[in-house]
Every structure is written in structure tokens, then in C-alpha cells.
């Protein structure tokens, strides 16, 4: 059995420095959301857990979100593996 990983910011239109543009290069939109306590308090603890800003943050699981979400649209399936068991995930939006 092939086993393939590939990250968000590889396959189609990847770029070699990790998918991202300099900051200084990328057009920037401002976005004001309201979430409820329990997503900024999630958000907020990905933020330390990962030592980066909210902002960051944000950037980095809308980017998880959207690659997952292409991937079921391709009829692809997320999976978790452990200790020899997988389990499917299914995320309905």
C-alpha cells in the first residue's frame, strides 16, 4: 500500500517558499467577524499553542478549511490514523 501525504500549500499552483507570498507583497482585506466564546476562545488557544497571532491564526485554518473542503469536493476522504486503527472524518458545512 502507497501511502501519499501532501500538505495544503503543495500540488497545483504551489509556491516553493511554502505558498505564501511576503507580506509586504500580498494584497491585504480586512475582516471583522463575530464568533461566539467558544470559537475565540478555540481560535485563541491554537494562537498560543502555535506561538503565532490571531490573525495568523486565522490565515492558517481558513487555509485547512478550504484545502479540506476542496478535497471532499473531489470525492476524497479525511482520514485519521492510529496505532494501526483509521477512522473517516466527515465534515458537513
Do not use: C, H, W
Not at 488557544?45 to 490571531?54: K, T
Amino acid at each position: 500500500m502507497t501511502t501519499k501525504t501532501k500538505t495544503p500549500t503543495q500540488g497545483k499552483g504551489a509556491r516553493p517558499s511554502g505558498g505564501r507570498r511576503a507580506a509586504s507583497d500580498a494584497p491585504q482585506t480586512r475582516l471583522n467577524v463575530n464568533i461566539n466564546s467558544q470559537t475565540a476562545a478555540a481560535l485563541k488557544d491554537y494562537a498560543d499553542q502555535q506561538g503565532v497571532s490571531i490573525t495568523e491564526a486565522v490565515r492558517r485554518l481558513v487555509g485547512v478549511g478550504d484545502f479540506i473542503a476542496k478535497a471532499q469536493d473531489e470525492g476524497k476522504q479525511v482520514l485519521l490514523r492510529q496505532d494501526g486503527e483509521t477512522e473517516r472524518v466527515v465534515f458537513s458545512y
